[in-house]
Structures are given as C-alpha cells and as structure tokens.
C-alpha cells in the first residue's frame, strides 16, 4: 500500500512540482484520485482515474474514497494496487467544500 502525504508533491503555489518522469506520473495520478474521491456531488458511477501501475491493456479505473479517519483511498482492482492519501483538504484537487465563492 502507497502512503502519500499530498504536499510532497506539491510546490509553494501549491501546484504539481515534478515536471516529468515517474514522479510527475504519480502527482498527476494521486490529484486526479483526491479530485474524484471528494467530489461529492459528482454524478452517477463517473469512473476514477485509470491506475498508474497497470500495463495499458489491463488498465482499469480505480475505485477510490474517503475514510473513516479522512485519507483518501484507492484500490484498483485489477493489479491489487492500493493507497492512500493525506493532507489533502485545501488543495487545488480538495472538491469536498463545492464550488462556492468564499
Ligand atoms: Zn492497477
């Protein structure tokens, strides 16, 4: 299991910092699961982000959500791959409080 703290990834601005390689592969992945696991409004069954790990033919979106102790989580079914996420809340992906204007 992946534990990732979300700022790790992130630059002062609070943008992806990686700019390429492996490491730009999992920031964009890992914002794309905080994105749809704290959408709450999203509509229907919208799938999750393709998993990072799976060869292209076997790739499958991953299910993700939101835990008891408020990590995102995600697990993708056809590799077994899982993780999860911290500190995530106030980030550019943290879709949890809507769309309002403050
Ligand atoms: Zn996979």
Redesign the pocket.
């Known amino acids: 299991m992946y534990v990732i703290d979300l700022r790790h990834f992130l630059d002062t601005k609070g943008a992806i910092a990686p700019e390429r390689g492996p490491a730009r592969r999992m920031a964009d992945f890992v914002t794309a699961v905080v994105s749809h696991a704290s959408d709450y409004d999203r509509c229907g069954d919208a799938p999750g982000p393709l998993?990072f790990?799976?060869r292209v033919r076997d790739r499958l979106p991953v299910e993700t959500s939101i835990s008891s102790d408020d990590l995102v989580v995600w697990q993708?079914l056809?590799?077994g791959?899982s993780g999860q996420v911290d500190h995530w809340q106030g980030s550019f992906w943290d879709l949890s409080q809507g769309l309002q204007a403050d």
């Open positions: 998993c790990r799976c993708c056809a590799c791959t």
